[in-house]
Structures are given as C-alpha cells and as structure tokens.
C-alpha cells in the first residue's frame, strides 16, 4: 500500500495505463463500474425526485463518476490533486468543472452551488491513503453536506476486509501486499465526521483472478451480477458502495 497514494498519477504514463489498461473494456475494474453505474443511475433517480442534484467528485481522476451520472445532475465539481488526471478527464469528455486541489494542508471548500440538494462522491480513494487524508476527504464532504437535507454521501471501498481477497491476505502474513478497510472502519470513518450509512451494496464476490483466467470469467460476471442486487451479500463483497447522509444532530 502506498499512502502517498496522491503523488502515483502525477505523470501521464501512469494516468493513461489506469485509464486505459485498468479500465480497459472487459476488465475487471470496468466490469466493476458497468454495475456501479447502473446502481448511482438508479440511486440518483430514486433519492433526487424533486430536483437534480450537484455533483461533488472529490478524487474524481479521470472522471468516471461524473461520467456515469451525465444527464442526472444540474451541474458537475470534480477535484484532484494531479493535473494530468484532469487533463484526461477533460479529454475523454468528461461534462464537468475541474479543479485542481493541493495533496495537503487546509481542506479544500466546495465550490458554492446553487441552493439544493448535492451528491459528495469517492471513489477509489479511501483505501490507499492514511487517516489524514481520509478525514480531509470526509471533511469536505461535510461541507457539501452541512444537514440531513442537503444531500448524499456515496463513497467506495474496494477492499473490505471480509471479503474473500482477505484469504489472500492472511495467506500472506508478514508480508506487505494491499490495503484492506473494513465496514466497522468505514462506518467510523462517517461517523467521526458526522455521517450515518443508509445503504450499502456490494458489486464484486470474487477477486480479479477469476476476471483473467479463461474458462473462469463467465462464470465471475454471472456470480457477481446476481450477488450485486442480493440483500446480504454485501457484507463479504470485495467492492462495496456505501451511501451516507448527514446525521440529525450534528452540527455543520
């Protein structure tokens, strides 16, 4: 795991291989997304009846959030550290404003929407970071989302540490190999920071290996196609979606 996880896309080699290679068509990342797109599709259409809500992307990189949710939101921030993820987001038509914020120092402020309702969204950013960067990214959140009101928290972890890569993990004892959060981490993380979880789904069972075998990855997409709208499963998925809003009485 690295913890200076903002400084690995800050050069285009890196950003076009994720882009590219990690997301490549048919992946086991972008299959990964294909489901999570459908489910923040659904979510905004469920949770916003009333009034599209702003997107907030905070770590967006090459905006693939922002992209599953065109023509869902009235409007589109995506932040990151690394102007060359920005860049790339830009270039692969990602409908948004894009900001560039520091890796450190003072939390950075959403940019001031108009009144409504906003969508906060993380993803692939709290497992590879330390606390302190984790509770500057729930800090902004905070701020997008000052009462129960104002909005959504959606944030990802895609590494629970009850899923079935943790077997590989223990297997590996002693040995540094990746990072792992579980739900109770999660749910302290949002709750330090004045969240509470309304919802959480599940979108991978197995592990990328089953992706990248031959024979095998049919068999994966259906297993993880089922399991991703099953109640329950999300407990040992791998990948795991978290919805979030902000508690009744904390202050803002």
């Known amino acids: ?10 050069h285009t080699g890196a950003v076009d291989k994720y882009e590219h290679v990690t997301y490549a068509p048919g992946s086991y990342a972008s299959r990964i997304n294909e489901r999570q797109r459908a489910y923040l599709r659904a979510l905004v259409r469920r949770a ?12 967006c990189g090459t905006g693939r959030a922002i992209r599953s949710l065109h023509g869902l939101v009235r409007d589109a921030h995506g932040y990151d550290t690394s102007t060359d993820m920005l860049t790339k987001a830009a270039s692969v038509g990602t409908r948004a404003h894009l900001h560039t914020v520091p ?11 108009p009144d409504g309702p906003a969508l906060v969204t993380m993803f692939r950013l709290l497992l590879n970071v330390d606390d302190t ?26 590494g629970n540490a009850r ?3 943790h077997l590989r993990a223990r297997h590996l004892r002693g040995q540094r190999w990746f990072a792992e959060l579980s739900h109770d981490d999660i749910d302290r993380l949002l709750d330090r920071h004045g969240f509470e979880i309304v919802e959480r789904r599940g979108f991978s069972m197995l592990t990328q290996g089953w992706y990248e075998r031959r024979g095998l990855d049919r068999i ?16 040992y998925a791998v990948n795991v979606v978290y919805v979030a809003r902000r508690r ?3 202050a803002a």
């Open 1 to 10: 795991m690295d913890t200076n996880y903002a400084q690995v896309f800050q």
């Open 48 to 59: 916003f009846p009333g009034r599209r809500p702003v997107q907030h992307d905070f770590a």
């Open 103 to 113: 890796a450190d120092g003072p939390t950075p402020w959403p940019v001031t929407a």
């Open 133 to 158: 960067v984790r509770d500057r990214a729930l800090t902004f959140a905070a701020r997008a989302l000052p009462t129960p009101g104002s909005g959504l928290l959606v944030i990802e972890n895609h």
């Open 163 to 165: 899923s079935l890569r």
């Open 220 to 235: 994966a997409r259906g297993v993880d196609s089922a399991a991703s709208i099953l109640p329950g499963t999300d407990r």
């Open 248 to 250: 009744l009485n904390r």
